[in-house]
Nanobody, 123 residues
Framework: QVQLVESGGGLVQAGGSLRLSCAASGWPISLYIMGWFRQAPGKEREFVAA???????FYVDSVMGRFTTSRDNPKMTVYLQMDSLKPEDTAVYYC?????????????????WGQGTQVTVSS
């Protein structure tokens, strides 16, 4: 098993930046595809980004070019750098780990989840 704890959320003005961290414990994160999801009030949880075991990253179209995810396996930490933030990025952001052999944007493919961190972008 792996335990995940997100940090770095907060309140920022539109156009600003935040860097989320996901600290893992338990099994090495090198075993997992690491993903980021978000959930806004009244909306379903949606895929944001993921980084495969080899470091290749994937993004939802709405954050492409603004968000960057990366992993530091020895530090057991995954990052989500969020730049040029928009009010529509406001949500609770979750880190997740998938033991699947192939990448997926489906939340059901991820076995372990953090508790989430709130990101609020003011206009």
């Amino acid at each position: 098993q792996v335990q995940l704890v997100e940090s770095g959320g907060g309140l920022v003005q539109a156009g600003g930046s935040l860097r989320l961290s996901c600290a893992a414990s338990g099994w090495p994160i090198s075993l997992y595809i690491m993903g980021w999801f978000r959930q806004a009030p009244g909306k379903e949880r949606e895929f944001v980004a993921a980084v495969r075991r080899n470091g290749n990253a994937f993004y939802v179209d709405s954050v492409m070019g603004r968000f960057t995810t990366s992993r530091d396996n020895p530090k057991m930490t995954v990052y989500l750098q969020m730049d040029s933030l928009k009010p529509e990025d406001t949500a609770v952001y979750y880190c997740a780990a998938s033991s699947a052999s192939t990448f997926s944007q489906r939340a059901a493919a991820y076995n372990y989840w953090g508790q989430g961190t709130q990101v609020t972008v003011s206009s």
